[in-house]
T-cell receptor, first 117, second 110 residues
């Protein structure tokens, strides 16, 4: 149980294009999902909290117009990196909380590697 | 300032030994505590969570929580080379978010 998937697992794109990453909770419902970014040999950095049916809450310094988050259902959140640039190349990881348990445990997806050329 | 602190390591232990990973946190209101394992190039994987003072055991892993000292630890018994990874401590203090430490890199050598 508590499986989270992400798609795609890796993506290479040209500078200036937009990239959409999907995060799905496969066997539970998640009213809250989280998006993290991790650069090589650095720690996880929380980008935003995604809330089903409402606007995402962004961490300080994260541009909400560049990193668009949509959480349209209880099992799916998407992160769109708009007008991607090489400095956006990173490992993007989502996590989800099981709404049914009332616990704060976050289960992570396998991550998406983004390379912007 | 809410913080979770871990020694970055690397912590090197021989195969079969006990690895002891430590974490301190600053927010006394913290309620839930988590240990995640992250292999190089992979996403974090939940190992254990603990809510109450004392010890919680799961197989070779034991989490220990001392709220008075604001300290949580993870013991790995009979360490194996496959346990070599970065271990992340995470704390929740009545918010949606988990506050992560920077992780301790564990190396288990044969």
């Amino acid at each position: 149980g508590a499986v989270v998937s992400q798609h795609p697992s890796w993506v290479i794109c040209k500078s200036g294009t937009s990239v959409k990453i999907e995060c799905r909770s496969l066997d539970f419902q998640a009213t809250t999902m989280f998006w993290y970014r991790q650069f090589p040999k650095q720690s996880l950095m929380l980008m935003a909290t995604s809330n089903e049916g409402s606007k995402a809450t962004y961490e300080q310094g994260v541009e909400k117009d560049k990193f668009l988050i949509n959480h349209a259902s209880l099992t799916l959140s998407t992160l769109t990196v708009t007008s991607a640039h090489p400095e956006d190349s990173s490992f993007y990881i989502c996590s989800a909380r099981d709404s049914g348990t009332g616990q704060e445990t976050q289960y992570f997806g396998p991550g998406t590697r983004l390379l912007v050329l | 300032q809410k913080e979770v602190e871990q020694n970055s390591g690397p912590l090197s232990v021989p195969e079969g030994a006990i690895a002891s990973l430590n974490c301190t946190y600053s927010d006394r209101g913290s309620q839930s505590f988590f240990w995640y394992r992250q292999y190089s190039g992979k996403s974090p994987e939940l190992i254990m969570f603990i809510y109450s003072n004392g010890d919680k055991e799961d197989g070779r892993f034991t989490a220990q929580l001392n709220k008075a000292s604001q300290y949580v630890s993870l013991l790995i018994r009979d360490s194996q080379p496959s346990d070599s990874a970065t271990y992340l401590c995470a704390v929740n203090a009545n918010t949606d978010k988990l506050i992560f430490g920077t992780g301790t890199r564990l190396q288990v050598f044969p």
